[in-house]
């Protein structure tokens, strides 16, 4: 049985969801898609020597939790990923109330220590309650700059992968000094996690939803820094349904320094990430480093194929 398999059987075993096929059905659904977010706390636990057992109700946690935040987000900017299903908004939301109940509880019947659970479950609520904040910036963030941007990114994403690590951290039986140190890389992880979402969405053809928002870290570069081609790219912008002009301003992004300076920000925090890793003492750190030099991975690929992305000489500075 896989491990997704594993956490979804965990959860079925839920008393909060034993009676509701239906959110079983989308649990198993999302498991189908191979979650590597969902994975977290089992590479964590595994870096401290424990076992899948040990990190599965941290897993089954996550999870649930990560499902609960996709529903919200899905709701917020309208995306209709479960409305597509037949859902209403209503239900979608009410599916997340419930997922969040679940995740918690995914922990308290754990079997951890109990001081470990209540350490875990703090942690839960605080991230919940600080991804939850952060969406709302988000959403209602219309002058963005630089300062803005990482005030959110750092609201809204790094906190549920800080968690994650720190959950498979004392599902691995780790000290509560080594639990905060890793969640502090898991939280340098999220923005990794960030900004390769927003590389990857300011690429795509169709334009995704970032271009008319605005609060993708390229497209933030581009419509800010002062460079030859920043009126051209601000107009092209406000043509982006069309194909061949997202083309002509994705050609902007890397002629203007806006997916260097992307890339230049993902190096630095690998960097980091990888060198707190390196401090820690775990049985087995190369599963940390892998993890990060998988979220990384793309950046090398674009390194090597694309001749217009190099050391950015100026850096996105805040406007606000």
Known sequence: ????????????????????PVLIEIMEMMADKNPSHWKLPFVVCQALGGTQDQALPAMASMAALHTTIIMVDDLLDSDQRFESLGYSNGEVANFAVALQAIGLESISRSGYDQT?????????????????????????SYSLDESTYWHIAQAKSSPFFGAAFFAGAL??????????????IGV?????????????????????????????????FASKVNHPQKEQFLILQTKIDDPQIVKEA????????????????????????????K?????????????????NSPIHHLLNTEPNIKSPNN????TG
């Open 250 to 277: 994705q050609k902007i992004l890397f002629s203007c320094g806006a997916i260097s300076y992307c890339t230049h920000q993902a190096i630095h925090h690998y960097e980091k990430a990888s060198a707190m890793t």
């Open 188 to 220: 340098i992880y999220g923005i990794l996690v960030q900004i390769h979402d927003d590389i990857k969405d300011s690429l795509e053809v169709p334009a995704a939803a970032d271009w008319k928002k605005g609060n993708s870290l390229p497209i933030l």
């Open 315 to 318: 850096q996105l500075q805040s």
């Open 116 to 140: 470990n659970q209540i350490l875990i479950m703090n942690r839960l609520n605080e991230m919940l309650a600080s991804t939850s904040l952060g969406q709302h910036w988000d959403t209602h």
């Open 279 to 295: 401090k820690i003492d775990l049985i087995n750190q190369t599963s940390i480093i892998n993890l990060l030099d998988e979220i």
């Open 171 to 184: 599902a691995g039986d780790a000290s509560l000094k080594t639990a905060e140190a890793l969640y502090d």
């Open 1 to 20: 049985m896989t491990n997704f398999a594993e956490a979804i059987h965990y959860l079925r075993e839920s008393r909060l969801l034993c009676d509701w």
